[in-house]
């Protein structure tokens, strides 16, 4: 089994349209757009395509991994928790003969809309290639490993891979994280000094293989 694919907020939030709706909930990044495409016109549709985009953590409860519950002042029975509406795969608070419960697991539960995980903690590095001369600040995920830290690169760097990568004089180990690599996050100590962290932060520095064996 492979790495999972992690992902930032920023990242998740691009997705925020009817058609292109992702959501993340307790740690997991959802593509909810095959559900809008199924359920397409009913109007219990509309909490979600509000929450496009966004964290909905909230609506579940962490320690079941569930709907949250509350108990109906009028019935006393316990029912799920939709402060902002009744959604997809939610029965109705009282018994309705055009309930249809034939759909199999509920979306929340349904791993085929799983596509990653959501990164508890996004940095920003500094990428400095010495052949060109040019830098690009990134942001990445602390999980990422050095490799998948390269995928990311490749939008400004075709031949990333026929760079040897390094920080502080040494070769990195693409298959670590930044950490790992010790290089060290350092965003609460640019946040308590008021520095610009764009300006200070650690940069890696790409050094030319003279092999464009990577495309």
């Given at each position: 089994?492979?790495?999972?694919?992690?992902?930032?907020?920023?990242?998740?939030?691009?997705?925020?349209?009817?058609?292109?709706?992702?959501?993340?909930?307790?740690?997991?990044?959802?593509?909810?757009?095959?559900?809008?495409?199924?359920?397409?016109?009913?109007?219990?549709?509309?909490?979600?395509?509000?929450?496009?985009?966004?964290?909905?953590?909230?609506?579940?409860?962490?320690?079941?991994?569930?709907?949250?519950?509350?108990?109906d002042p009028q019935t006393?029975?316990?029912?799920?928790?939709?402060?902002n509406g009744r959604f997809?795969?939610?029965?109705?608070?009282?018994?309705?003969?055009?309930?249809?419960?034939?759909?199999?697991?509920?979306?929340?539960?349904?791993?085929?809309?799983?596509?990653g995980i959501l990164s508890?903690?996004?940095?920003?590095?500094?990428?400095?290639?010495?052949?060109?001369?040019?830098?690009?600040?990134?942001?990445?995920?602390?999980?990422?490993?050095?490799?998948?830290?390269?995928?990311?690169?490749?939008?400004?760097?075709?031949?990333?891979?026929?760079?040897?990568?390094?920080?502080?004089?040494?070769?990195?180990?693409?298959?670590?994280?930044?950490?790992?690599?010790?290089?060290?996050?350092?965003?609460?100590?640019?946040?308590?000094?008021?520095?610009?962290?764009?300006?200070?932060?650690?940069?890696?520095?790409?050094?030319?293989?003279?092999?464009?064996?990577?495309?």
């Amino acid at each position: 089994m492979g790495r999972p694919k992690y992902f930032t907020p920023k990242e998740v939030a691009v997705h925020n349209t009817v058609d292109d709706l992702w959501v993340s909930f307790l740690g997991k990044v959802y593509n909810l757009t095959p559900l809008c495409e199924k359920y397409k016109g009913d109007v219990l549709l509309k909490p979600i395509i509000q929450a496009a985009g966004g964290d909905i953590s909230h609506w579940f409860n962490p320690k079941t991994k569930d709907i949250r519950t509350h108990v109906d002042p009028q019935t006393g029975c316990e029912i799920p928790y939709c402060p902002n509406g009744r959604f997809v795969h939610i029965p109705p608070p009282y018994p309705d003969s055009f309930w249809a419960n034939d759909f199999g697991r509920p979306w929340w539960k349904d791993d085929s809309y799983l596509v990653g995980i959501l990164s508890q903690k996004t940095r920003k590095v500094k990428i400095i290639n010495t052949l060109t001369s040019q830098d690009h600040v990134i942001e990445v995920c602390s999980e990422e490993i050095m490799t998948e830290i390269l995928e990311r690169y490749l939008k400004y760097n075709a031949h990333a891979a026929s760079y040897t990568w390094k920080y502080d004089s040494r070769n990195l180990v693409m298959g670590s994280t930044l950490e790992e690599n010790g290089i060290e996050d350092e965003d609460e100590e640019f946040y308590k000094l008021s520095m610009n962290d764009d300006t200070f932060l650690q940069a890696i520095h790409l050094y030319f293989n003279d092999d464009l064996t990577e495309a």
